[in-house]
């Protein structure tokens, strides 16, 4: 079974300019989220999906990210205009949500940004 | 609201010997369940092992084990005969059943010393 993929793994821009990453989560998954790690921390949920509609995107700075879910499969994440603060793993990760025990959320490599 | 603290920012352990790493956890809620997950450098986030609150019984997954003592709330990860290639950021996470969202601790970094 293929993992969560994910695209570019790096990423250098300078702040005010825009990025975009990209996510294909593993095949049948319904629920699909993106994190935001930055060094030393734990992963932070930016926003969730499930299926292409959404659940949970209350962490999510929305002057500046957007994140969209088109035919509930792939996803992008878009931070326009980039700050410094942005610097980050951005993790995506899905799961199967069949039912609340048995749950799992399986994790993409990330994609690395820096800001500068 | 739901919080997971990890209070060792670091620890290391002698190849095959055990280590324990500590998580606490506070929630309101009734349903939730637990998760290590292993960060190795290449930053995959690798699921280590889970543990449902209303079972009793300590999840086990080969060299990995749980305590879970429910009413303290502590959830520590015990790894036994450990090999270098545990090395990595271990990462304790709870959940909930009715959201499906995940809290992360921030994390203690395992060294192995051959």
């Known amino acids: 079974e293929a993992g969560v993929a994910q695209s570019p793994r790096y990423k250098i821009i300078e702040k005010r300019q825009s990025v975009a990453f990209w996510c294909n989560p593993i095949s049948g998954h319904a629920t699909l989220y993106w994190y935001q790690q930055i060094l030393g921390q734990g992963p932070k949920l930016l926003i969730q999906f499930q299926n292409n509609g959404v659940v949970d995107d209350s962490q999510l700075p929305k002057d500046r990210f957007s994140a969209e879910r088109l035919k509930g499969v792939d996803s992008t994440l878009k931070i326009q205009p980039a700050k410094l603060e942005d610097s980050a793993v951005y993790l995506c990760?899905?799961?199967?949500?069949?039912?609340?025990?048995?749950?799992?959320?399986?994790f993409g490599p990330g994609t690395r940004l820096l800001v500068l | 609201a739901q919080t997971v603290t990890q209070s060792q920012p670091e620890m290391s352990v002698q190849e095959a010997e055990t280590v324990t790493l500590s998580c606490t956890y506070d929630?309101?809620?009734?349903?939730?369940?637990l998760f290590w997950y292993k960060q190795p450098p290449s930053r995959q986030m690798i699921l280590v092992i889970r543990?449902?609150?209303?079972?009793?019984q300590n999840a086990t997954e080969n060299r990995f084990s749980v305590n879970f003592q429910k009413a303290a709330k502590s959830f520590s990860l015990k790894i036994s005969d450990s090999q270098l290639g545990d090395a990595a950021m271990y990462f304790c996470?709870?959940?909930?059943?009715?959201?499906?969202?995940?809290?992360f601790g921030t994390g203690t970094r395992l060294k192995v010393l051959a």
């Open positions: 543990q449902e609150a209303y079972k009793q």
């Open positions: 996470a709870s959940g909930t059943s009715g959201t499906y969202k995940y809290i």
């Open positions: 990760a899905s799961s199967t949500r069949t039912s609340g025990s048995r749950e799992t959320q399986y």
């Open positions: 929630t309101s809620e009734s349903d939730y369940y």
